[in-house]
């Protein structure tokens, strides 16, 4: 009987430290789970705006993409149907050069700003005139494409004092 008991004892202990593992093995998949959804960038625009080109044909785009996320996450692209292609152009120095794409730092911003980072829109369908706005979708590494509205500003707007 003893024997029995002993048995069936530890068959207790074995089944109670199986239950036990797995709901730490569970709560530690919860935890991942919650990991994860925390872990994502948080993106949105702010301060976009176009200055009215000269040219007929280019033009140029300035914005700020903020991310109040826990993760980085990159910019990839802009596409828009007001012209042939949107270019990602950074500027190093004196010289500027276009890049496939341009980082977005968690709980920073990527900005682009005249004389900095810009947007070069390219074989414009129309000239953009002050007053209207261009809508382009931006697209991410990771993170659904964004649409913005972007308002065409006067040649010479300064975004600092909003003239």
Do not use: W
Not at 25 to 53: F, H, K, M, N, W
Not at 106 to 114: E, I, P, R, T
Request: proline share 4%.
């Amino acid at each position: 009987m003893r024997v029995g008991r002993t048995r069936s004892g530890r068959a207790g202990r074995a089944r109670s430290l199986a239950a036990s593992c797995a709901v730490v093995a569970g709560t530690l998949l919860l935890a991942g789970c919650g990991s994860d959804a925390d872990g994502r960038a948080e993106l949105s625009v702010r301060d976009a705006y176009i200055p009215q080109p000269v040219s007929a044909t280019m033009a140029a785009g300035f914005l700020t993409v903020v991310n109040k996320g826990d993760a980085k996450d990159e910019l990839t692209s802009v596409t828009s149907t007001a012209a042939g292609s949107v270019t990602l152009h950074e500027t190093v120095g004196t010289s500027m050069e276009e890049v496939a794409s341009l980082d977005v730092p968690a709980h920073g911003q990527l900005v682009f700003k005249s004389g900095g980072n810009h947007l070069m829109f390219e074989m414009l369908k129309s000239k953009p005139v002050q007053g209207a706005t261009v809508t382009v979708e931006l697209h991410f590494a990771s993170s659904d494409p964004l649409e913005v509205e972007i308002p065409v500003k006067s040649a010479t707007y300064d975004p600092t004092t909003g003239h």
